[in-house]
């Protein structure tokens, strides 16, 4: 049975940081590609960020460039998310995401991300 679960999330001012973490269970967590996910309400769910096998390539989105940090660690089958810097918009369910090479996809259950004053 495969299982990812977010951590992390919470209420924020905004400017402050928060560290939202990814675990994994049931897989081989070295074999898939990790991404993080959003998704406010009334709006769509939207790419946050993304971390290939390995490790050796990152992606983010330009909304969030410079301000939060994708990384993984697969001796512990988990993968974080550093969120500097928080703005209001910036609220939102945060959802994490396992996808294999074949295609295989997995999704945490997501965590609330608040940022307000």
């Known amino acids: 049975q495969a299982q990812l679960v977010e951590f992390g999330g919470g209420l924020v001012e905004p400017g402050g940081s928060l560290t939202l973490s990814c675990t994994a269970s049931?897989?081989?967590?070295?074999?898939?590609?990790i991404s993080w996910y959003r998704q406010a309400p009334g709006k769509e769910r939207e790419l946050v960020a993304g971390?290939?096998?390995?490790?050796?390539?990152?992606t983010y989105a330009d909304s969030v460039r410079g301000r939060f940090t994708i990384s993984r660690d697969d001796a512990k089958n988990a993968a974080d998310l550093q969120m500097n810097s928080l703005k209001p918009e910036d609220t939102a369910v945060y959802y994490c995401?396992?996808?294999?090479?074949?295609?295989?996809?997995?999704w945490g259950q997501g965590t609330q991300v608040t940022v307000s004053s």
């Open positions: 971390i290939s096998r390995r490790g050796l390539a990152t």
């Open positions: 995401k396992a996808l294999s090479e074949l295609g295989t996809a997995y």
């Open positions: 049931g897989i081989t967590f070295s074999s898939y590609a």
